[in-house]
């Protein structure tokens, strides 16, 4: 009897592996395929080709210029280190592109323009901004838009919180009027 021909003893695992270790890999390689089209449903929702958000507020006229508004997903608003958070995405009109230095979004109407709220980023076809929720926001509050111009001028409008967004309008319901 030679060295190399003498059998170890296998283990319960070892026959195991042995005999699925087939199934075991198409198993792995099916897997991700399940979470493929939550996946590009997303994609699709960051590059664009399904509008600008889940849930579009539509046209909101701001003295001469307007843009479309939306958000980015139809839900309540998302604890952050800073506070609770709500994502919107606006566009600009094409005719005012060009005419629009910065474009502002706060709840409460704002005191002057160094507290307009958070600004939009990005191109003028795709904005975001993170905004913040204030601990004492109710749930009759209205957004309010504030442009500026190249030329200096600064106009503003306001949207109700509970069209731009029913599911922050639901949860201040639910949370007593306080986050």
């Keep these: 009897m030679s060295l190399f021909t003498a059998e170890k003893p296998t283990s319960a695992l070892s026959r195991f592996w042995h005999k699925w270790r087939f199934h075991i890999n198409i198993l792995l390689l099916l897997v991700p395929l399940g979470f493929m089209p939550k996946y590009f449903s997303e994609v699709a929702l960051f590059r664009g080709d399904t509008g600008l958000g889940e849930r579009e507020v539509g046209d909101v006229q701001v003295g001469p210029w307007s843009l479309r508004l939306a958000e980015l997903r139809n839900e309540a608003p998302r604890p952050d280190p800073a506070g609770y958070m709500k994502s919107f995405n606006a566009a600009l009109c094409d005719s005012c ?83």
């Design 97 to 179: 592109r060009d005419q629009v230095k910065a474009t502002y979004l706060r709840i409460g109407k704002p005191r002057s323009l160094r507290a307009a709220g958070v600004i939009f980023f990005g191109t003028p076809y795709r904005m975001g901004a993170m905004l913040p929720i204030p601990e004492k926001t109710k749930a009759s509050d209205e957004l309010w838009i504030t442009m500026e111009g190249w030329d200096g001028s600064m106009h503003q409008a306001s949207v109700p919180l509970s069209q731009a967004s029913p599911a922050t309008v639901a949860w201040l319901n639910k949370q007593g009027g306080k986050p």
